[in-house]
Each structure stands twice: as C-alpha cells, then as structure tokens.
C-alpha cells in the first residue's frame, strides 16, 4: 500500500518560484492551492514571510501583500504577539453556487479562448493606423478603467477590453470577444477584487494601450498575454 505524501514535501513543491511578470497573482494562486488541496490543516500557520519569500523567489512585501489579501478573503488569520504568525481559517469560504459544478476544462477553455482572441486582438490594434478618434477612446476606457470604483470596476475593465477589439479593425472580433468576456466575468464574480492585483492590472492596461498607440503589434500582444496570464493564475488559484 502506497504511503500518503510527505505534507511537508508536498508544500515544497507547490510553494515554488514563481513568474515575476504576475508574482503577486502567483503568490496568491500558490499559497490557495497549498490550502484548497489541503496541504495546510485548518487552524496550521504557514511558513515565515521570509520563508515564503526565498521558496516562492518573489520580495516579502509581495508574500505579505498576498497575504493580507487572502487575510481580507477570509482564507487566512494573522496573529500577533508570542505564538503570532498566519494561520489557515479554521473555515475558508466555500465556493459561490455558481462555480460548484466548474471543471478544470471549463475554466481552461474560457481562459484559453480569451488569450487567443484578445491577444490577437492586441497584435491586430497595434498593426493598424488608427485613428484621432480611435486612439482618443482607447485613452478616455483606459482613464474609465484606472479610476473606477470597485462596484464599477469588472464593467469597465470590460469596456476597456471590448475597445481594444474594436481598435483592431474586424467587426467580427468584437461580439466574439463579448460573448467570451461574458463567460469570463462570470468566473471573475465568484472571486474578490484584491486591490493589490487591480493596482497591477491599471499597470498592465497602461503598458497595452501603450504599446497599441505606438504601433508596437509584438509589445502589445506581449503586454496583453502577461495581463491575461495574472487573472488566469486568480481563477485558477480560487476556483480550481
């Protein structure tokens, strides 16, 4: 009979380095997965922030914002004094109706045909000569998206995501794009803002619309394929 793994072997291996481009989105996704597989008992404190650090290859401000944010989600507990430290919720919350039946090919198919659509739509954005109005409402959806407020924050993301599509000059991208941001925004309502990954992600839009204005097609395509990539690591952190 097969011996069960080494808990602390198991941790090691999922609190691995992760990708600098999205590291707090991947400290997040790695310290769920260590608590959604059960890796951590309920009520068990998880590594030193310096600790984390150093396995997971990224600052302590990251690990200890990723953290907080998992604190605020109700995941994790932090304690001060003596025997202080962070700990697992004796209960972590339990997912939304809505995403108690998703699969794993659920999650990847949305995720996978956003990537194709929207990077591409990047690339094709950035290859045309857009213009004065074009690029005038790809800045007003980018500004909308930068100062929204929470309540109003997926709506205009999607505003600015669906005016990329327009930018890139096919009339039929755009209702694909919708119909798949549809999908995606369901998925994105069963998890919480963290305002340290809508800070990142007001980053990575400036560096897409950026480069689409530039007509810079490889950048915006690269800036767009990051961007995807870090709210893919949340979904997948939360949801999986």
């Known amino acids: 009979m097969t011996s069960p793994p080494d808990p602390q072997t198991t941790s090691e291996s999922l609190l691995r380095p992760v990708r600098l481009g999205n590291a707090f989105e991947d400290t997040v996704a790695r310290l769920l997965q260590t608590i959604r597989l059960g890796v951590l008992a309920p009520g068990e404190s998880l590594p030193p922030e310096r600790e984390l650090a150093a396995r997971l290859g990224v600052s302590r401000d990251t690990v200890r914002e990723a953290i907080k944010s998992l604190a605020e989600a109700g995941y994790l507990v932090s304690r001060r004094g003596r025997y202080g430290g962070t700990f697992l919720a004796e209960q972590i919350p339990r997912l939304a109706p809505d995403t108690a039946d998703l699969t794993r090919a659920d999650l990847d198919d949305a995720l996978l045909l956003r990537e194709i659509l929207e990077v591409g739509a990047a690339r094709a954005a950035a290859g045309r000569a ?66 340290r990954n809508i800070a990142h992600s007001d980053e990575q839009h400036e560096a897409i619309v950026a480069a689409i204005l530039a007509g810079d097609a490889c950048a915006a395509a690269d800036a767009m394929c990051a961007h995807l990539a870090g709210s893919a690591a949340l979904l997948h952190g939360f949801l999986d």
Not at 159 to 186: F, K, T, W, Y
């Open 130 to 195: 857009l213009s004065e109005a074009e690029r005038a409402h790809l800045r007003a959806r980018l500004a909308d998206v930068r100062g929204a407020a929470p309540q109003d924050y997926r709506r205009l993301d999607s505003r600015l995501h669906l005016a990329i599509a327009e930018a890139a000059g096919s009339v039929s991208l755009v209702p694909l794009v919708a119909e798949n941001r549809m999908r995606v925004n369901a998925l994105l309502d069963q998890i919480p803002l963290l305002p």
